[in-house]
């Protein structure tokens, strides 16, 4: 009985009617006759109301409902979530449904309807955006189930409870795997590099086609087949791509959603396959106040699943970055001249100073690419209008901080150390840029 209790609503139709009947009676209390007019609509509410509560409750389980989603979420993708639900009732209904998603989306007014006919079935949809990693767990699915005539609703509690694993952007990943395949990245924005044969490793003799450099002519297979033949190169195989990620308070620093931290995990996946698809090693190295994680440079299968489940739990901890600390760990675990790229973020000068004698003793041994994050809600400042003193002001010190950024990137320069000044969304790209000019240019 008190279940049934609990299940029990009456809908706001219901008391539409319920507040016209208390105009009618306070009407009677000046117009006599109209008394028994309300009277009489109140018994005939009160009525209707138990006849549609005995329609919604004659049917023991009149509904059955299920929610499909992906086995594993992609942090800051759009994830597809469709709940069924089945109606056993003889009469068509209106289904209400109220889905309990998992507190880490903040979303609380998520309200799905539909109208099923009798016996009917009915698929709903929505999108989901998680924007942390981690464990999500769902709750149940309540359906708010009304006849035709609505004064009541009767509610069925589907305990689908579900807890869904939250991924680095695997879609995101995969998206970079398509290009791969078709056009080589440029609708990414990926450039091309022209090719150095210094670095690159002997292929194959081949005819000479037009349009080939003629410094790879080879002259002896020339004169031995009386036609031109050349020297085919390919990028030297077998290189050591290592990602070193900050987790430290400056990687909290949130962009469309997504801490520069997840950004920077994106883009070291989309990094790490693309490299084992060049037939390259790729490892990544976690550090803040200390070193963290190492997983060393290697190239087998299953690989991009290890560097995954790395990734999947990675957190910030607002400690302050020690770079002693990783040059020591590099120095002793890496011992072969590798690509180091430095996932971290600058904000003045001085940060930078504290920590360029340790990047300038990793550049000694491997090619350093650091890697500094645009505040691009900064540019979206200078593009306001100047209605007040305070509002230029502003642009000054915006202004400055954005000359500091690039004046941080030429620094490092001049001390030999590689460069990504770029956009937290525009990452990805910009690292593949780099890695692929790298191997281009054979500076590795």
């Known amino acids: 009985m008190i279940a049934t209790l609990r299940s029990f609503f009456l809908t706001r139709r219901f008391f539409g009617i319920g507040w016209g009947i208390v105009a009618l009676f306070v009407a009677a209390y000046f117009l006599p006759p109209l008394l028994p007019v309300a009277l ?50 003889r009469n068509p209904i209106a289904a209400k449904v109220l889905d309990e998603l998992p507190a880490q989306l903040q979303e609380r007014e998520l309200v799905l309807e539909a109208a099923i006919a009798a016996g009917g079935s009915a698929r709903l949809s929505y999108i989901v955006r998680p924007l942390t990693r981690g464990v999500h767990a769902f709750g149940a699915i309540n359906v708010l189930v009304r006849t035709g005539l609505g004064l009541a609703e009767r509610r069925y509690k589907q305990e689908q409870g579900r807890e869904i694993a939250v991924y680095p952007s695997y879609i995101h990943l995969r998206k970079y795997e398509l290009m791969a395949q078709a056009d080589p990245f440029s609708a990414a924005g990926v450039r091309k590099v022209r090719r150095s044969a210094q670095r690159s490793e002997f292929e194959q003799i081949r005819d000479y086609i037009p349009g080939d450099d003629r410094r790879t002519v080879n002259w002896k297979a020339t004169a031995r087949r009386a036609k031109l033949m050349v020297n085919q190169y390919q990028d030297e195989k077998a290189q050591q791509i290592i990602s070193l990620i900050d987790t430290g308070r400056t990687m909290k620093m949130p962009f469309g959603g997504l801490t520069l931290l997840d950004r920077a995990i994106n883009a070291t996946l989309v990094l790490s396959d693309i490299a084992l698809k060049k037939d390259d090693k790729t490892g990544v190295i976690t550090y803040s106040n200390a070193v963290h994680a190492v997983l060393p440079p290697a190239r087998e299968k299953g690989w991009m699943h290890r560097v995954m489940e790395l990734l999947y739990a990675l957190r910030t901890d607002f400690a302050e970055t020690d770079m002693e600390a990783l040059y020591v760990r590099v120095k002793r675990t890496v011992p072969q001249r590798s690509l180091l790229l430095v996932y971290t973020n600058y904000e003045s000068v001085q940060a930078m100073r504290r920590q360029l004698p340790f990047l300038q003793l990793l550049s000694r041994a491997h090619l350093v690419a650091v890697v500094i994050f645009r505040n691009t809600e900064m540019d979206a400042l200078l593009q306001q209008p100047d209605r007040d003193t305070m509002g230029v002001y502003i642009k000054a010190i915006t202004t400055k901080l954005i000359q500091e950024k690039e004046l941080i990137a030429k620094e490092l320069g001049s001390h030999g150390v590689l460069t990504i000044l770029t956009a937290p969304e525009h990452l990805s790209t910009s690292v593949l840029n780099k890695y692929l000019e790298v191997k281009a240019r054979g500076m590795l």
């Open 40 to 89: 009489a609509a109140a018994a005939l509410l009160i009525v209707a109301a138990l006849l549609d509560a005995v329609r919604l409750y004659r049917v023991k389980e009149g509904i059955q409902a299920s929610r499909q989603t992906l086995a594993k979420w992609s942090n800051g993708d759009e994830n597809p979530v469709t709940i069924t639900v089945q109606s056993r009732y």
